[in-house]
């Protein structure tokens, strides 16, 4: 399954709202009814951490200025008010079938 | 805490062998699959490998099959991988990564906790 993100990089005002777009070469739904999409972000200098899981369900810890959201083929990673904190490389997964594909990353920095 | 600390990186000669090694703890670990994901430089994300909780089902991206071979030691909460016949493109940070999911079940939900990872690097 092939995951195409949008924009490749966002350049966003400290306070001002980001969205980050995901789209799946097939539909993600499961026959279990569950959508395996995810979203993580990865600062810079360090591994990935699990943002959302499930399309909108945010990770233990995760603030909730991030919410994720779509169905079908098309995901929505929102930043309501960004953050300084919130730079790095933000990535979308596919986790219905082996092999676990991501998306290429969209790279998000302060202006 | 959930931690994963991964070893065995380096610089290797194409061709040759490495192994790496991935120390866990924080939570029980023969309960959880277990995973291989790189990122070569300034590159993006790439699944490589997965194992079953009990190590009965392992997964393997095209890309490495036949060269690479993942296992673990639940009595030391370690998982592994074997890596042979290494190619220049196999140069990348490999992460030790759990699986969401708790089930002695063969099935990945997805990634939650990543080590920091190991460098490798294949280059004569």
């Known amino acids: 399954i092939v995951m195409t993100q949008t924009p490749l990089s966002l350049s966003v005002t400290p306070g001002q709202p980001a969205s980050i777009s995901c789209k799946a070469s097939q539909i993600l739904l499961h026959s279990d009814g569950k959508t395996y999409l995810y979203w993580y972000l990865q600062k810079p200098g360090q591994s990935p951490q699990l943002l959302i899981h499930e399309v909108s369900n945010r990770f233990s810890g995760v603030p909730d200025r991030f919410s994720g959201s779509g169905s079908g083929t098309d995901f929505t990673l929102k930043i309501s008010r960004v953050e300084a904190e919130d730079v790095g490389v933000y990535y979308c997964m596919q986790s219905l079938q082996t092999p676990l594909t991501f998306g290429g990353g969209t790279k998000v920095e302060i202006k | ?124």
């Open chain 2, 1 to 124: 805490e959930v931690q994963l600390v991964e070893s065995g990186g380096g610089l290797v000669q194409p061709g040759g062998s490495l192994r790496l090694s991935c120390s866990a703890s924080g939570f029980s670990f023969n309960n959880y699959a277990m995973h291989w994901v790189r990122q070569a430089p300034g590159k993006g994300l790439e699944h490589v490998s997965s194992i079953r909780s009990n190590g009965g089902n392992t997964f393997y991206a095209d890309s490495v099959k036949g060269r690479f071979t993942i296992s673990r030691d639940n009595s030391k909460s370690t998982l592994y991988l074997q890596m042979t016949s290494l190619r220049a493109g196999d140069t990348a940070v490999y992460y030790c990564v759990k699986d969401q999911a708790y089930t002695s079940d063969w099935y990945i939900l997805g990634f939650d906790y990543w080590g920091q990872g190991t460098l490798v690097i294949g280059s004569s």
